[in-house]
Nanobody, 115 residues
Framework: QVQLVESGGGLAQPGGSLELSCVSS????????MSWYRQAPGKERELVAL???????NYADSVKGRFTISRNDAKNTVYLQMNSLKPEDTAIYYC?????????WGQGTRVTVSS
């Protein structure tokens, strides 16, 4: 059974930082492209960042220079370091693993940026 479990969400002040983690089980993690998505209230889910098995990364324009995605294949874990947080970063953040013919999602972790 495939499981993706996110953690690290919570409340942060504007300008603050949080680090999200997503631990995967039931897949050969190192073969998968890993992504972070987010969904804000009343909005569609959007891609935040992704990292391929070859460590190529891609970011949404809204988070470039502030967020960093990384992975540790030995720990089956993908991370999202979020710095200089803004109120508009408030959302539920989801982890996704993807490979040819397979795609799995976590349950999400809530991030709230507010003073």
């Amino acid at each position: 059974q495939v499981q993706l479990v996110e953690s690290g969400g919570g409340l942060a002040q504007p300008g603050g930082s949080l680090e999200l983690s997503c631990v995967s089980s039931g897949i050969i993690f190192r073969f998968y492209t890993m992504s972070w998505y987010r969904q804000a209230p009343g909005k569609e889910r959007e891609l935040v960042a992704l990292i391929t098995r070859g460590l190529t990364t891609n970011y949404a324009d809204s988070v470039k220079g502030r967020f960093t995605i990384s992975r540790n294949d030995a720990k089956n874990t993908v991370y999202l370091q979020m710095n200089s947080l803004k109120p508009e970063d408030t959302a539920i953040y989801y982890c996704k693993s993807a490979n040819i013919g397979a795609e799995y999602w976590g349950q999400g972790t809530r991030v709230t940026v507010s003073s």
